[in-house]
């Protein structure tokens, strides 16, 4: 299965207007961003737990990193509640559930085969620092290495912002609206856009928290190699 596989082609999707689709775990549903593969795959979905709801215990041989939406997301290594940023690297094992019911957005297959740190983050209590070149711009450093840099960015109303994404950006809008260049991105819309591209946005007039994670998109063509391999 592909679906918005050309890394070439910068990509806009509403999520919300995208219909739920039955993943194979009863109560479980699935929104695809984008993808590579069938069950094993290198994907971005939004995933949809119904209260009740869990996954089977599995192994994350090319690791996962998610964001919790909605609701709490737990597993047998804790709970994890709106705001939550994790990464499961290469090798780690849960079982995926949810008491209450969940919404999180969800990264598959896009580690770095090495990778065995494990990041669990509440974004809600952590203090957001001054943009050092954006006036107008806060940002919560989530992770960095020498492949990527994720972060939330908080923009004040009406705010333009613009840099540079040489090795390819992705932005999730958690709150408010943002537009970049002609697109008009509301909560939980997602924005790839590729190699050398530059990144112009503008926040709405209540302001925008985004998600944001650069550099990634230059080791692409290795992810989907990994999962080719399987």
């Given at each position: ?94 079982k995926p559930g949810s008491e209450n019911g ?129």
């Amino acid at each position: 299965m592909k679906i918005a596989a050309n890394f070439d082609q910068r990509v806009v999707v509403h999520n919300e207007t995208l219909p739920w689709v039955a993943s194979p775990m009863p109560g479980v549903d699935r929104r695809a961003l984008d993808r590579v593969g069938d069950e094993v795959a290198r994907a971005t979905t939004i995933v949809r737990y119904a209260p009740n709801s869990e996954f089977s215990p599995h192994v994350h041989t090319g690791g996962e990193e998610f964001v919790v939406l909605e609701g709490v997301f737990q597993d047998e290594h804790g709970d994890y509640p709106a705001g939550s940023y994790v990464r499961n690297p290469p090798q780690s094992t849960h079982k995926p559930g949810s008491e209450n019911g969940c919404i999180i957005f969800v990264k598959l297959w896009q580690f770095q085969p090495a990778d065995r740190a494990h990041v669990r983050l509440q974004t809600n209590l952590m203090e957001s620092q001054p943009h050092q070149r954006i006036a107008g711009v806060k940002v919560i450093a989530l992770y960095k290495d020498e492949f990527e840099e994720v972060s939330l960015l908080h923009v004040e109303p009406n705010v333009q912002f613009a840099f540079d994404a040489q090795g390819g950006a992705e932005l999730l809008v958690l709150a408010g609206t943002l537009t970049e260049h002609a697109d008009q991105l509301g909560k939980h819309s997602w924005l790839r856009s590729p190699i050398n591209s530059k990144i112009n946005g503008k926040a709405g007039a209540d302001g925008a928290t985004v998600w944001i994670k650069t550099g990634h998109l230059t080791d692409v063509n290795k992810q989907i190699s990994r999962v080719s391999n399987l």
